[in-house]
């Protein structure tokens, strides 16, 4: 150190020195001790008294030291409970003791010590964790592909039951159209086709359950008359009302109108809504009533029936949930649906309803107004490949396409219509998705191959995927779902004759 002022000096010995403990025993050459100092008059080491001779165990330190030309420092020593460093000075006429208390900074170490051992106990007990989170990884990896295959399966699985289902009520109803035609003046037919849309909606309400938490359900918009939609309606539920004695209403404005909308899932959700106020309505009236407005279109379902407690009203729309005393038959499964529906097709819900007096559904959907759209329907002329493995359904749609005026070719596989269009002359090639020895998609580019400006159109029961991106660029004019809506049918081939 440089030149310290003196008061600088005596300011460290005061300052610093009073925070330490020390004691200074001054020994004779016979180790007796001559004096004892203190720097703390609370710091006292017991028999450490002015004329007696040196404690044993600091004699022998004195001794160990006695030849050392230096003072000697023994660090950490123990003393009456004491941490202490002792530091001889000394010759063979006298020595000097400092002991000096460190308790302190032996109580750090110590601290630091443990926190040493305890910080390689925990990087011990990370790397064990880390190897672990590592295997908890790859087995979640492994679940995640696991649980994607399910996925990938079940999505199979709805495709092809929804394919399975659709096929015969698409027969159903279409017979029943033809019967319809032939028929004019009787209900029987149109029965027919309420009963196919309410066995429809039975299976998709299922099978929507099953597409939960699927992203690339499509929604398949066509265009129908709001007022045979209501008309429908109406008289599928004429007959369960009049049997309970209650008051049924369906009613519509403006009059007149045709929308484009996904029909099979509004129907679907009419009937799940309609059915419930029949069903929990024991006296008075039930109405559904339609109106459109701004591109939108708004349902009302009122009921004066047993109502929903506040308490249940959100819970009625969990799935497999059903509430209130006595309840007829019922899966729990209509709200959840409906409410899931309404919400793909971009929609809302609201639901008002007083206990002991009734309820309230109301539906709000986008659903544009389209306007003339009454054109008839005039003959039509050509030929036109219709691929299908299902025979009722060929059957069906030759009798369809030959009243509109079309010469029509069946085929039930990809083998066989590259047979038949080898010989006949079709510019214009109905498939259904799903063939035995193939898909539709194939049959085209085969097709296509050959003839490249045929018109393709694809009809699919399976309502799942959607074909957008596989089918873009292969010359397919329009995709189809079963059940077909005829007008647009109609309105697809015309188009493909017409070269539009
Ligand atoms: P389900 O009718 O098959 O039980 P839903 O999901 O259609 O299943 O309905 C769930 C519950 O909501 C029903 O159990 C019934 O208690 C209640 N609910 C639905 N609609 C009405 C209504 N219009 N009036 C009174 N309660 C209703």
């Given amino acids: 150190?440089?030149?310290?002022?003196?008061?600088?000096?005596?300011?460290?010995?005061?300052?610093?020195?009073?925070?330490?403990?020390?004691?200074?025993?001054?020994?004779?050459?016979?180790?007796?001790?001559?004096?004892?100092?203190?720097?703390?008059?609370?710091?006292?080491?017991?028999?450490?008294?002015?004329?007696?001779?040196?404690?044993?165990?600091?004699?022998?330190?004195?001794?160990?030291?006695?030849?050392?030309?230096?003072?000697?420092?023994?660090?950490?020593?123990?003393?009456?409970?004491?941490?202490?460093?002792?530091?001889?000075?000394?010759?063979?006429?006298?020595?000097?003791?400092?002991?000096?208390?460190?308790?302190?900074?032996?109580?750090?170490?110590?601290?630091?010590?443990?926190?040493?051992?305890?910080?390689?106990?925990?990087?011990?007990?990370?790397?064990?964790?880390?190897?672990?989170?590592?295997?908890?990884?790859?087995?979640?990896?492994?679940?995640?592909?696991?649980?994607?295959?399910?996925?990938?399966?079940?999505?199979?699985?709805?495709?092809?039951?929804?394919?399975?289902?659709r096929s015969p009520i698409a027969s159903i109803m279409g017979y029943a159209d033809l019967l319809q035609t032939e028929l004019p003046d009787s209900?029987?037919?149109?029965?027919?086709?309420?009963?196919?849309?309410?066995?429809?909606?039975?299976?998709?309400n299922l099978l929507e359950q099953a597409r939960e938490g699927e992203e690339n359900v499509s929604l398949n918009p066509t265009h129908f008359s709001l007022d045979r939609?209501?008309?429908?309606?109406?008289?599928?539920?004429?007959?369960?009302?009049?049997?309970?004695?209650?008051?049924?209403?369906?009613?519509?404005?403006?009059?007149?109108?045709?929308?484009?909308?996904?029909?099979?899932?509004?129907?679907?959700?009419?009937?799940?809504?309609?059915?419930?106020?029949?069903?929990?309505?024991?006296?008075?009236?039930?109405?559904?009533?339609?109106?459109?407005?701004?591109?939108?279109?708004?349902?009302?379902?009122?009921?004066?029936?047993?109502?929903?407690?506040?308490?249940?009203?959100?819970?009625?729309?969990?799935?497999?949930?059903?509430?209130?005393?006595?309840?007829?038959?019922?899966?729990?499964?209509?709200?959840?649906?409906?409410r899931q529906l309404i919400k793909r097709m971009g929609g809302r819900l609201k639901v008002e309803s007083e206990p002991g007096a009734g309820s309230e559904f109301r539906v709000a959907i986008p659903c544009p107004c389209i306007q003339g759209e009454h054109d008839e329907m005039p003959p039509l002329s050509g030929t036109v490949l219709w691929v299908d493995d299902d025979q009722d359904i060929l059957s069906l749609y030759q009798v369809v396409l030959e009243n509109w005026g079309l010469r029509v070719i069946t085929g039930s596989s990809i083998t066989e219509a590259r047979d038949l269009f080898k010989i006949h002359d079709c510019p214009v090639v109905v498939t259904d998705m799903h063939l035995t020895d193939g898909n539709g998609v194939e049959l085209l580019s085969h097709l296509r191959a050959e003839q490249p400006d045929i018109v393709g159109i694809l009809i699919s029961g399976s309502g799942v995927v959607d074909l957008a991106p596989e089918i873009a660029g292969k010359g397919i004019r329009a995709f189809l779902q079963k059940p077909i809506d005829a007008e647009l049918l109609y309105k697809e081939i015309a188009a493909a004759f017409a070269g539009e």
């Fill in 229 to 338: 939609l209501a008309g429908d309606i109406e008289a599928l539920f004429r007959t369960q009302a009049a049997a309970k004695g209650l008051d049924f209403e369906v009613t519509s404005s403006p009059y007149g109108i045709d929308v484009e909308c996904d029909e099979l899932r509004l129907r679907q959700i009419l009937i799940n809504l309609v059915s419930n106020a029949l069903r929990y309505t024991r006296q008075g009236q039930v109405s559904v009533h339609f109106k459109h407005r701004d591109d939108t279109l708004f349902i009302r379902v009122r009921d004066t029936g047993r109502g929903i407690e506040p308490k249940d009203i959100e819970r009625i729309f969990e799935a497999f949930t059903r509430v209130g005393e006595g309840n007829t038959s019922g899966a729990g499964l209509g709200l959840t649906i409906t």
């Fill in 1 to 165: 150190m440089k030149r310290v002022s003196r008061r600088a000096a005596h300011y460290i010995r005061d300052e610093l020195l009073k925070r330490e403990r020390f004691i200074v025993i001054a020994l004779d050459s016979r180790q007796k001790i001559v004096s004892v100092n203190r720097s703390t008059p609370d710091w006292n080491l017991p028999g450490l008294i002015r004329g007696s001779v040196l404690p044993d165990s600091l004699a022998s330190l004195l001794n160990a030291a006695s030849d050392a030309a230096e003072p000697m420092v023994f660090p950490y020593l123990e003393l009456n409970g004491f941490f202490v460093d002792i530091h001889v000075l000394g010759d063979s006429e006298s020595a000097d003791l400092v002991i000096h208390d460190v308790s302190e900074a032996h109580e750090t170490e110590q601290t630091l010590q443990q926190r040493a051992h305890e910080n390689s106990l925990l990087s011990e007990q990370r790397a064990a964790l880390n190897s672990e989170l590592a295997e908890l990884n790859e087995e979640l990896l492994l679940r995640r592909r696991q649980a994607e295959q399910a996925s990938a399966a079940k999505s199979r699985f709805i495709a092809s039951m929804s394919h399975e289902f």
């Fill in 187 to 204: 209900d029987n037919p149109r029965a027919l086709q309420r009963a196919s849309w309410h066995l429809l909606t039975l299976v998709e």
